[in-house]
């Protein structure tokens, strides 16, 4: 006889979807087994469709429940909430192999009241919830978390092909590395509507970084701190929008005003994420899932238009680096470079001062780089002029800090043998070129999903119970320390740097 398993799992749609390794992990040790799953009724459309999941069960309280369960002749039952009310439900339920999570909650009250740390507190919840499984000789099948688990999507849509979508808009006006990860999803929605037309509305900063692909068709500007800006910029960009004629939008933004521009736009189907701000105006509403990378995120959203959701074999390069103009030739040999130097680029700026590691640092390195046989080259923003000047100075490093545009930046990508880099958009760009990248962490973390994406390369970060303190950074330290970039050494970011060159893939 088959088992028949209950999952219980109670909570928010976080902790719901971190369950999904959980179902992988029974079917591939059972797969004949009926897995069932008990959540609350605002969560059910997130598991439905899932692949190892056979039957969502609505939680309307526990009397309901109780019959229900008594009713269902299961063999196994699995409480992932921890609490009073599951841990009396599987008590009173009357399934003979029961197994349940460790919350750790006493470790968790004692950190947040008297800040005292325990070993437990360290592991993912991801990882408790299958140490679960022990209990039953059921071993991990994997911990990754993957946008392509989610088959059918909040509120009821399910997922369907491309139903004749011809003039497709992307709505991607967010900051440089968003637009950058992007870029997969446009050659996926190629890939899944042959022959539709891809336009993307994008700020005038980032226009280049659509124009010079082969997967958008169309670059449309966005001017939001110009003629779109405000209440009357918002309509006239919708009403620019809906003389095109789109048939569907597409939306990785996750702003109000994205979905509101495709609503206002008269756009009939509009896919972004649950998690979007404009959430309501969407007719596609895809799970966002933190711990996956933003590229696999944005992959996501094909799914419901037929595209395959899992990343692809070369998924990382998505940005071919163009010849070196005779222009950033002749910056690059007015900085000190020249044609046969082996160069290594270096990005000390960020939009944020905690994403910015030390000045100093970064001077100490570029002297090591030179010793090693690179000439470091620095690049960033106009904003940062005067930060590449005074690591130039103390390096000798080739400056071309606010001396080069996209394009440029994009041509030096096929110069590089390394780029090191502060979480910032050159960090994906130089990624998806294909060239190694260390990356220093510090008020961000790789669970944000914005690391460099693919193998090989490098994150260096300290280990700290303050980090993340934001999604974006901050203008300075909350705590006043500043210990996620102090405590990161030139030692440690030169030793990623041999890493990254020598091709391993593990974090440093």
């Given at each position: 006889?088959s088992?028949?398993?209950l999952v219980?799992?109670?909570?928010s749609?976080?902790?719901?979807?971190?369950?999904?390794?959980?179902?992988?992990?029974?079917k591939?040790?059972?797969p004949?087994?009926?897995v069932?799953?008990?959540?609350?009724?605002?969560?059910?459309?997130?598991?439905?469709g899932?692949?190892?999941?056979?039957?969502v069960?609505?939680?309307?309280g526990?009397?309901?429940a109780l019959?229900?369960?008594?009713?269902?002749?299961?063999?196994?039952?699995?409480?992932?909430?921890?609490?009073?009310?599951?841990?009396?439900?599987?008590?009173?339920?009357?399934?003979?192999?029961?197994?349940?999570?460790?919350?750790?909650?006493?470790?968790?009250?004692?950190?947040?009241?008297?800040?005292?740390?325990?070993?437990?507190?360290?592991?993912h919840?991801v990882?408790?919830y299958?140490?679960?499984?022990?209990a039953?000789?059921?071993?991990p099948?994997?911990?990754?978390?993957?946008?392509?688990?989610?088959?059918?999507?909040?509120?009821?849509?399910v997922?369907?092909?491309?139903?004749?979508?011809?003039?497709?808009?992307?709505?991607?006006t967010?900051?440089?590395?968003?637009?950058?990860?992007t870029?997969?999803?446009?050659?996926?929605?190629?890939?899944?509507?042959?022959?539709?037309?891809?336009?993307?509305?994008t700020l005038?900063?980032?226009?280049?970084?659509?124009?010079?692909?082969?997967?958008?068709?169309?670059?449309?500007?966005?001017d939001?701190?110009?003629?779109?800006a405000?209440?009357?910029?918002?309509?006239?960009?919708?009403?620019?929008?809906?003389?095109?004629?789109?048939d569907?939008?597409?939306?990785?933004?996750?702003?109000l005003?994205?979905a509101?521009?495709?609503?206002?736009?008269g756009?009939?189907?509009?896919?972004?994420?649950?998690?979007?701000?404009?959430?309501?105006?969407?007719?596609?509403?895809?799970?966002?899932?933190?711990?996956t990378?933003?590229?696999?995120?944005?992959?996501?959203?094909?799914?419901?238009?037929?595209?395959?959701?899992?990343?692809?074999?070369?998924?990382?390069?998505?940005?071919?680096?163009?010849?070196?103009?005779?222009?950033?030739a002749?910056?690059?040999?007015?900085?000190?470079?020249?044609?046969?130097?082996?160069?290594?680029?270096v990005?000390?700026?960020?939009?944020?001062?905690?994403?910015?590691?030390?000045?100093?640092?970064?001077?100490e390195?570029?002297?090591?780089?030179?010793?090693s046989?690179l000439?470091?080259?620095?690049?960033?923003?106009p904003?940062?002029?005067?930060?590449?000047?005074?690591?130039?100075?103390?390096?000798?490093?080739?400056?071309?800090?606010g001396?080069?545009?996209l394009?440029?930046?994009?041509?030096?990508?096929?110069?590089?043998?390394?780029?090191?880099?502060n979480d910032?958009?050159?960090m994906?760009?130089?990624?998806?070129?294909?060239?190694?990248?260390?990356?220093?962490?510090?008020a961000?973390t790789?669970e944000?999903?914005?690391?460099?994406?693919?193998?090989?390369?490098?994150?260096?970060?300290?280990?700290?119970a303050?980090?993340?303190?934001?999604?974006?950074?901050?203008?300075?330290?909350?705590?006043?320390h500043?210990?996620?970039?102090?405590?990161?050494?030139?030692?440690?970011?030169?030793?990623?740097?041999?890493?990254?060159?020598?091709?391993?893939?593990?974090?440093?």
């Amino acid at each position: 006889m088959s088992s028949k398993i209950l999952v219980v799992r109670l909570s928010s749609l976080g902790d719901v979807v971190l369950t999904g390794p959980v179902y992988k992990s029974l079917k591939a040790h059972w797969p004949d087994a009926r897995v069932s799953v008990l959540v609350k009724p605002a969560f059910a459309p997130v598991l439905a469709g899932h692949p190892g999941v056979d039957e969502v069960i609505a939680y309307r309280g526990l009397r309901d429940a109780l019959a229900r369960v008594r009713a269902g002749g299961f063999t196994h039952l699995l409480d992932l909430h921890g609490n009073l009310r599951s841990r009396l439900l599987a008590a009173l339920s009357g399934v003979p192999e029961r197994a349940s999570y460790r919350k750790d909650a006493l470790a968790r009250r004692l950190f947040v009241a008297f800040g005292r740390p325990s070993p437990s507190l360290q592991r993912h919840t991801v990882d408790r919830y299958l140490e679960a499984l022990a209990a039953w000789g059921v071993p991990p099948a994997e911990a990754a978390l993957s946008p392509a688990d989610w088959g059918r999507l909040p509120g009821g849509a399910v997922p369907a092909g491309p139903g004749g979508a011809r003039r497709v808009l992307v709505l991607q006006t967010s900051f440089l590395g968003d637009s950058l990860l992007t870029l997969p999803l446009l050659r996926r929605l190629k890939e899944s509507l042959p022959g539709a037309r891809v336009s993307v509305l994008t700020l005038p900063k980032n226009a280049e970084v659509f124009r010079g692909s082969r997967w958008a068709d169309e670059v449309i500007l966005d001017d939001k701190r110009g003629r779109h800006a405000g209440l009357g910029g918002l309509r006239r960009i919708a009403a620019e929008l809906r003389e095109r004629g789109f048939d569907l939008a597409v939306i990785p933004h996750r702003s109000l005003r994205s979905a509101l521009v495709a609503r206002l736009a008269g756009i009939p189907r509009r896919v972004g994420f649950a998690s979007s701000a404009g959430r309501f105006l969407l007719t596609d509403a895809v799970p966002f899932a933190w711990l996956t990378h933003d590229l696999e995120r944005n992959l996501a959203l094909a799914r419901p238009l037929g595209g395959a959701a899992a990343p692809a074999s070369g998924e990382a390069r998505y940005v071919v680096p163009p010849p070196v103009s005779a222009g950033l030739a002749a910056k690059l040999a007015a900085a000190g470079a020249g044609p046969a130097d082996r160069l290594a680029g270096v990005h000390p700026g960020a939009a944020w001062a905690t994403k910015r590691w030390l000045p100093e640092r970064y001077a100490e390195l570029c002297r090591r780089l030179k010793a090693s046989g690179l000439v470091p080259v620095l690049v960033g923003g106009p904003g940062d002029a005067a930060l590449g000047a005074e690591i130039a100075r103390a390096s000798g490093a080739a400056d071309l800090v606010g001396k080069t545009d996209l394009l440029e930046l994009k041509e030096l990508m096929g110069r590089l043998s390394l780029f090191v880099t502060n979480d910032s958009g050159p960090m994906h760009l130089a990624a998806a070129a294909g060239v190694p990248v260390v990356a220093i962490f510090g008020a961000t973390t790789r669970e944000l999903g914005f690391f460099p994406y693919g193998a090989g390369h490098q994150v260096v970060e300290a280990e700290l119970a303050c980090r993340p303190c934001g999604l974006h950074g901050a203008r300075a330290c909350p705590e006043g320390h500043f210990l996620c970039m102090r405590l990161l050494t030139t030692d440690r970011v030169e030793a990623a740097c041999r890493a990254a060159l020598a091709g391993r893939g593990a974090a440093a």
